[in-house]
């Protein structure tokens, strides 16, 4: 398990008079301080690490915000931001000497602007309910998680979520026209709008995947766009994961970009059939789904070609959406691929390592080798177009030691995607999950560097301290400090 | 030491940068020099030319992924993307014409510490949506990287995309991977004849708020349009609202007519075939209704689509300027009568909704104006708290966003 900074117990010991202070600025029910009350919160989607907060301030307006922040600033008090807790990386996992605080209340969406086609959405709504505010014209948000149900518009934002169709419609990062963020000191800052690109550095650029170390939001401005005429899909089986990347390759470099290109592995098909009863072929090593969207006219011309593509790489099987209800049928059981993973045992672990495409039937093998070394069993499925891989590892909590397996052989799968030229997270995050991993892709300097840019917003670090770095260091230090041959001068000191 | 350093690798550009951090020498970081004219004008000690920091080094097609150094010119890499049958989809422009310069198209880091997107920015995204990876020497002297070879990754700050339109007053790129798309099959362009400004954004945001994909849209009011030469749309004398269809030609077809369709209530059309497309929106992208071999001043005004057309008459009011517009109306070129810059007009007429960049100035006048759109106290004590954590000395491209960044 990854260990926690130190609880601060001069913090813990004014507890009482951190509640009321809270209190006196979120009145009503806005504060939770009771050990039953803060219990939904003390953990996110990475059930393994659970810790209950100091106490909980769900507040609803940004001066609210702004006045929680300035006091624990001034009072050297953690903070932890939460949005609909469904992180896999333990990024809203909060502090024991930290205040939690959510933006359950920040729930409205407050302008829907289809001339520029915008919206702007307090943080708190979900995913969804921004694409579902605006459906009934024909449009949607276009990066889809598949928690979307669930996930929170300020979550996306500090994760840079994205989904199956961010092959062609991009990230979190890519959608994104502005936010409202408050700082740690309580200052409000603006950053874009309603046009494009911003004046100046771009910040945003910085915010989206900041895992709420950066500011907390308060306000986002996202684009939103017409949704396609037509969606169709294919689900194409292949004897072997490698006929099946190669298809992948073969379709970019005949200059398709699908809206969707899924794969899964042959235990991923088993779980998600037997789970959802979705046709899929059980007799193929890899299953491909690939969606083509646009105009009727070209998603025919295009599913032809892909078709001619998929057999000539050796398809076993290949069948062709004939409606939409067939169509969300064959994404029925990829969207539910980890709710029926997670059937097969007590619990799973997903990870999320981007590989370049290539290198999967190496990275497949590796998996499988390790999966026998470690004695627990694996299901893949992969975001194929853009390299995005999703082992999920089976284990049961219950029984001694099955954790810290499964937590390490996650870790040994992402450390060969590093190797093999990927990266540890795609879509997910660092948090603490991930946090010690850091230096298998970063030196020191590479870092440093990125904290010395946390220290310019929060120069205290007291916003969601202990993810993502493998090491505190004092922001002081940090600007001093020199770093010879990817070495820190000061190897004393404290790493988690 | 002063002058010009023309470093031949990364361990020339530390030592150069190291050097000048100690002595807390001032810096320019150069390329090709195309954008020299663009920002607050500096004096500074060196000249960092990194010209010679180029070669190609990974491109693979089908991994939608190139890399190569940051001097490498643009040129080059949108040769083998086309050979290929790939692009730079963001349609960086090539501001020689406008310049004044014979530049050619500059180099990728130049073009990344830019951020200037052309016409397909409304689709496509900006030239900082496709910076994947980055390994650059801050202030410091120190070689960091961010990101990496893959187009989808989280795993820590974004600096890659960060440093895009930093102007190089953070960090030197010296190796930069970056995702490239396929070039489309076949486009075409659907204009409406002779409507104003108002009426024109109409017609744009119904049809970029259609499922037509439109891959651009532009407003040339009459004047504009009418120095853009050699395609028939130009000669018909009329003001030129323009929108572009790209992919794969029954796709165009079928989006040709249905966007005829919508948009005919507006008023005449026309039409323009493939070879006429890419001209038009090559001109556009390289705003020749402004290259005009002057120097008078010409902004760059990104705000809501629907606060363009106000913007522009608001700017031509207060100073006779002439205006044009791309992105679906909420990108305003604007050429000024004559070499005044006349920032406080600019600023009024935008009132903070976007941000206006100083594109072309006189020498004599370029002090005379913030080139970059000016920020809250708040917001420019943070990047300035940025600028420091990259570059604590303030030795590189000093001053070229903002004073003291
Ligand atoms: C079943 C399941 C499927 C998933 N599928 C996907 C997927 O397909 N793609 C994908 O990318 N992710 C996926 N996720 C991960 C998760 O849903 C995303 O990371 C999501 O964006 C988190 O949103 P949230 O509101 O739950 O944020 P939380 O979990 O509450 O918080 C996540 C991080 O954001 C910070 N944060 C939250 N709100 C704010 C704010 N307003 N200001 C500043 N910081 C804030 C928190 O401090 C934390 O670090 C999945 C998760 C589950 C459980």
């Known amino acids: 398990m990854v260990a926690m900074p130190a609880l601060d117990q001069d913090v813990l010991a004014r507890r009482a008079a951190v509640v009321a202070a809270l209190s006196a600025i979120v009145p009503g029910e806005g504060v939770i301080d009771t050990e039953t009350g803060m219990r939904p919160y003390e953990s996110d989607g990475l059930t393994a690490y659970r810790q209950l907060p100091m106490v909980v301030v769900l507040p609803e307006t940004v001066e609210q915000v702004s006045q929680i922040l300035k006091y624990c600033y001034e009072q050297n008090i953690k903070v932890v931001p939460r949005g609909a807790g469904t992180s896999l990386s333990g990024g809203a996992l909060p502090l024991g000497d930290g205040v939690l605080l959510g933006l359950s209340k ?5 302008d829907i602007d289809y001339e520029n086609r915008a919206v702007v959405a307090q943080p708190g709504v979900t995913n969804l309910g921004i694409s579902n505010a605006v459906s009934d014209r024909g449009f ?15 979550g996306n934002v500090a994760e840079n979520s994205g989904g199956v169709h961010c092959l062609k419609y991009g990230m979190t990062t890519n959608n994104i026209l502005g936010v409202e963020m408050v700082l740690i000191t309580g200052e409000i800052v603006r950053i874009g709008g309603k046009f494009l690109d911003s004046g100046g550095y771009d910040l945003l650029a910085l915010i989206c995947g900041s895992e709420g170390l950066l500011g907390v939001v308060t306000e986002v401005t996202v684009r939103i766009l017409k949704k396609p005429e037509t969606a169709r899909a294919l689900l194409v089986g292949f004897p072997t994961s490698e006929a099946a990347g190669d298809c992948v390759a073969k379709i970019i470099g005949a200059g398709i970009i699908p809206g969707g290109m899924e794969m899964m592995d042959r235990p991923a098909i088993m779980a998600a059939e037997a789970f959802v009863h979705a046709g899929y072929p059980l007799d193929v090593e890899a299953l491909l789904i690939v969606e083509l969207d646009g105009p009727e006219a070209e998603v025919n011309q295009l599913l032809e ?4 593509i998929a057999e000539a790489c050796g398809s076993s099987t290949l069948r062709v959406s004939t409606s939409e209800k067939e169509r969300l049928k064959f994404w029925a059981g990829r969207k539910a691929a980890f709710p029926a993973v997670g059937r097969l045992a007590p619990d799973y672990y997903c990870m999320d390592g981007t590989i370049p495409r290539r290198r999967l039937p190496d990275v497949l093998t590796r998996i499988r080798e390790l999966s026998e070394k470690y ?7 992969f975001h194929a177009g853009d390299g995005n891989l999703h082992p999920l590892i089976l284990y049961d909590a219950n029984k001694a ?7 390490k052989f996650g870790s040994d799968i992402l450390r060969y995607c590093v190797e093999v030229g990927g990266v540890l997270t795609g879509e997910h995050g660092v948090g603490v999950e991930k946090r010690d991993l850091m230096p298998t892709m970063f030196n020191e300097i590479d870092l440093a560097q990125q904290q010395r840019v946390k220290c310019a917003f929060d120069d205290r670090g007291l916003l969601n301290p202990g993810k993502v770095f493998p090491t505190l260091h004092r922001c002081a230090e940090l600007g001093r400090m020199h770093v010879k041959g990817g070495k820190v001068p000061f190897p004393e000191l404290p790493r988690f | 030491m002063t002058g010009t350093i023309t470093p031949r690798d990364e361990k020339d550009i530390v030592e150069a940068v190291t050097a000048a951090a100690s002595r807390e020498q001032t810096m320019e970081i150069v390329g090709h020099g195309t954008k020299a004219g663009i920002g607050r004008a500096s004096q ?7 010209s ?28 083998l993307l086309a050979d290929n049958n790939q692009e730079l989809s963001f349609e960086p422009m090539d501001f020689d014409a406008l310049l004044n310069v014979q530049a050619g198209r500059g180099t990728l880091a130049g073009m990344i510490a830019a951020n200037l997107s052309g016409p397909r920015r409304i689709k496509a995204g900006a030239v900082r949506d496709y910076a994947l990876g980055v390994n650059a020497v801050s202030g410091r002297g120190e070689i960091f990287k961010s990101g990496g070879r893959v187009v989808k990754n989280v795993t820590g700050y974004d600096l890659s995309k960060f440093v895009a339109g930093s102007w190089g007053t953070l960090a030197v790129m010296t190796d930069l991977t970056i995702k490239v798309l396929p070039a489309s099959e076949d486009a075409a362009t659907v204009l409406v004849l002779g409507l104003d400004a108002a009426k024109a954004r109409e017609a744009m945001s119904a049809a970029m708020g259609s499922s037509c994909e439109v891959s651009a849209a532009a407003h040339l009011p009459e004047r504009a349009a009418a120095k853009i030469t050699g395609t028939a749309a130009a000669k018909a004398g009329r003001a030129l609202t323009a929108l572009r269809l790209e992919g794969i030609p029954v796709s165009i077809a079928y989006r040709k007519a249905k966007l005829e369709e919508l948009l005919k209530s507006f008023g005449r059309l026309g039409a323009l075939d493939r070879s006429e497309t890419l001209s038009f929106w090559r001109a556009v992208r390289d705003v020749l209704p402004f290259a005009d071999k002057t120097q008078r001043a010409v902004w760059r005004i990104s705000t809501a689509p629907t606060e363009g057309p106000k913007v522009g008459a608001a700017i031509t009011a207060a100073t006779g300027a002439e205006v044009f517009y791309d992105w679906g109306g909420g990108l305003v070129w604007a050429e000024m009568p004559g070499l005044l810059p006349e920032e406080n007009a600019i600023r009024e007429a935008l009132g903070g909704a976007g941000h206006a960049t100083l594109m072309r100035a006189d020498p004599t006048m370029r002090a005379s104006a913030a080139p970059f759109e000016p920020l809250d106290a708040g917001l420019a ?25």
């Open chain 2, 381 to 405: 004590a943070l990047i300035q708290r940025v600028k420091v954590s990259f570059d604590p000395k303030g030795i590189l491209n000093p001053g070229r966003m903002y004073a003291g960044v």
């Open chain 2, 44 to 50: 500074t000690e060196i000249t960092l030319d990194l």
């Open chain 1, 401 to 407: 030691d099955e954790l810290d397996r499964a937590e």
């Open chain 1, 375 to 381: 004695g627990l069993q694996v299901a893949n499925v």
């Open chain 1, 106 to 110: 920040f729930n409205r969406v407050l």
């Open chain 2, 52 to 79: 010679q920091i180029k070669g190609i080094s990974l491109y693979e097609p089908d991994e939608l992924i190139l890399s190569a150094k940051g001097g490498t010119p643009v040129a080059e890499i949108e040769k």
């Open chain 1, 140 to 154: 949607y948000y276009a990066p889809d998680p598949s928690s979307q149900i669930a996930c929170t518009i300020g």
């Open chain 1, 305 to 308: 070609s892909v078709s001619k």
